[in-house]
């Protein structure tokens, strides 16, 4: 059992444009992230996952770097980042940057040297081609933000790939030149004392030598050529040879499409490349065969197969990264839980799921507060450009009605985690004196950090106990996973054990209450109990038998 940090570790991310304004202008800053890290420390997370704060147009919020190597103006100084870091290394903790060079902005320096003329040095920093024989796309990519991946460029007279929006130029991974300055400014951060990088779609660097395209519509589907490509465990090695096994870091690699096989791939002791992956798989657990904004309903054994493929396909080499939220996906509570009688058991459970499987669990920002889902009555109130492109392609190209298009935004649109940090109940949540980019949720009166802090039985509290056994208990890091209960479509039982220890979890996922029958094999053991969503639980339990009740959970240890 090789010991590592980043396995011991709880890490929290910060979306800093909305987790708290400093100076009144309704964006999130630095000087705001320094107001709160005590109380990151009184949750008790060790690692910060910082999403961008470099310079953007912030065409996508941030992801959409225009200068690598400074801050943005919305956010701060350079010197304010310093007295963060500072700040959260003087309490123990460690700070993971976003690292996004998939692609950068169009504003930078790079990209407006590289197209301004074919004989640029810069220009192959880029991925340029020349249009098809009827002036068409190079290819028939779709986007990931909708429509064409490509974008004509008057000035030279080609098109250039952008996986995402057009003001995210895809940088071209097969030039080394451009590599080498990856490295270098990747070196520039960890010099300054960060503690390792969280990296952008690094799974999509790699592209099909040709750019080929896909059988199927105008623009279709290219996944296929542009994740987990050719070349892109050369790079990853290359990055490690270069940069990370210098430095004694954490690095996660986000993942789209990436499957469990690749995972080993990617994070392999012996592979030289990353520590562990972000996969997406569990998140497509309630979109239907035309994607994400296509709804259904998730099941219990849906989302348990892909949990339990990745805890089984990761038990001997490599490492699983625990999540359910983060910036991209709406708020876990709305979307597994429940916001009603049950919002706090059925939080509860869900971080006691996050907290119990092996691997790094991630906790989003607000998501230890159980903040939900919002609902704003007009697209005009939402910011993200994924959603904003979405509504007009299905508005107007296709057709859908605004009832069906705003339920889908609703369900799956990333403004979901985007609006801002709910502090207290003052207006907006305590978050800015001044007007939000983004409309705070309305329930930030009943659901925010001041009165999560304040009542001991909290979403909150339960987090840091959480967090505090893991300190406590190497078992929940180090224990081998067994599945229980197979076939249960409405708990989910496993085991975790270590040194002759082991820890059994009962987790009711749904608001009624359900039956339990203790396996034979576990009958025997004498139990103790460790954790419980519910507090009134007599010990030690007859647990041969019961009813758990509404999103019941429960943590055993078997002697
Ligand atoms: O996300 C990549 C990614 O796959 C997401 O865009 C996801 O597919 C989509 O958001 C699901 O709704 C990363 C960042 O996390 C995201 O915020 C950026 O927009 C994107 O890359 C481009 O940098
Ligand atoms: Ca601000």
């Known amino acids: 059992m090789k010991r590592a940090f980043w396995k011991e570790a709880v890490v929290y991310q910060i979306y800093p444009r909305s987790f708290m304004d400093s100076n009144g202008d309704g964006i999130g800053d630095l000087r705001g992230i320094i107001s709160k890290l005590d109380y990151l ?71 407006m040297e590289s197209r301004s003329s074919k004989d640029s040095p810069y220009r192959d920093y880029y991925m340029w081609r020349p249009g098809g024989p009827e002036g068409q796309e190079p290819n028939n990519w779709v986007s990931f933000f909708g429509g064409s991946a490509w974008q004509y460029d008057e000035a030279t007279g080609e098109y250039f790939l952008h996986l995402f929006s057009k003001k995210q130029p895809d940088l071209n991974w097969e030039n080394p030149v451009l590599r080498q300055e990856v490295y270098h400014m990747m070196t520039f951060w960890l010099d300054k004392g960060i503690d390792g990088f969280r990296m952008d779609v690094i799974n999509c660097i790699s592209k099909t030598p040709g750019l080929p395209s896909v059988g199927g519509d105008r623009y ?42 690749q995972a080993k791939d990617y994070t392999g002791k012996d592979r030289g490349e990353l520590n562990m992956v972000f996969q997406f798989e569990h998140m497509d657990v309630d979109s239907g065969p035309y994607g994400k904004w296509d709804l259904r309903p998730w099941t219990l054994k849906g989302l348990r197969d892909i949990l339990h493929k990745w805890q089984v396909g990761l038990a001997e080499d490599g490492w699983n990264s625990l999540y359910l939220n983060n910036h991209d996906q709406p708020r ?79 369900a799956k649109g990333r403004d979901n985690a985007r609006t801002p940090m709910q502090w207290d ?65 409405r708990i989910y039982v496993y085991t975790r054990e270590l040194n002759g220890e082991r820890w059994l979890i009962i987790l009711n996922f749904f608001g009624e209450p359900a039956e339990f029958i203790l396996p034979d094999e576990l009958a025997h053991a004498s139990r103790e109990l460790i954790i419980s969503n519910y507090d009134d639980i007599e010990a030690p339990a007859d647990i041969r038998q019961f009813t758990l009740r509404p999103y019941e959970a429960r943590v055993y240890s078997l002697t």
Do not use: C
Request: charged share 25%; aromatic share 12%.
């Open 41 to 111: 420390k009184e949750l008790g997370v060790d690692v910060i996952w910082l999403s961008p704060v470099f310079k953007s147009p912030n065409d996508d919020n941030g992801y959409d770097i225009s200068d690598y190597r400074n801050i943005m103006d919305e956010f701060g100084t350079m010197a304010d980042w310093e007295e963060m870091l500072q700040g959260i290394h003087e309490r123990g903790m460690k700070l993971i940057m976003d690292l996004v060079v998939n692609h950068s902005s169009d504003e930078h320096a790079w990209f």
């Open 220 to 261: 279709a589907w290219g996944g296929e050529h542009f994740m987990n490509g050719p070349k892109i465990h050369d790079y990853l090695q290359e990055m490690n040879r270069e940069v990370l096994s210098k430095y004694d870091i954490m690095t996660v690699g986000e993942m789209p499409g990436a499957t469990v096989e």
């Open 332 to 410: 876990m509570v709305s979307r597994f839980g429940d916001t009603g009688a049950y919002h706090k058991q059925s939080a509860k459970m869900l971080a006691t799921l996050l907290h119990t499987l092996k691997g790094t669990p991630y906790i989003y920002q607000g998501e230890e507060l159980g903040m939900t889902n919002v609902k704003f009555p007009s697209i005009d109130d939402y910011r993200d450009i994924e959603t904003l492109n979405m509504y007009r392609e299905h508005r107007y190209e296709h057709g859908r009605s605004e009832e069906e298009v705003m339920a889908s935004i609703y």
């Open 425 to 489: 109940a003052s207006p907006n949540g305590g978050f800015t004196t001044g007007t939000p980019w983004l409309a705070s949720n309305p329930d930030y009166d009943r659901i925010n950090a001041e009165q999560a802090t304040a009542d001991s039985d909290s979403i909150f509290h339960y987090y840091k106990r959480l967090i505090q056994l893991r300190k406590k208990h190497d078992i929940m890091v180090y224990g081998s996973y067994e599945l229980i209960l197979p076939d249960d479509d």
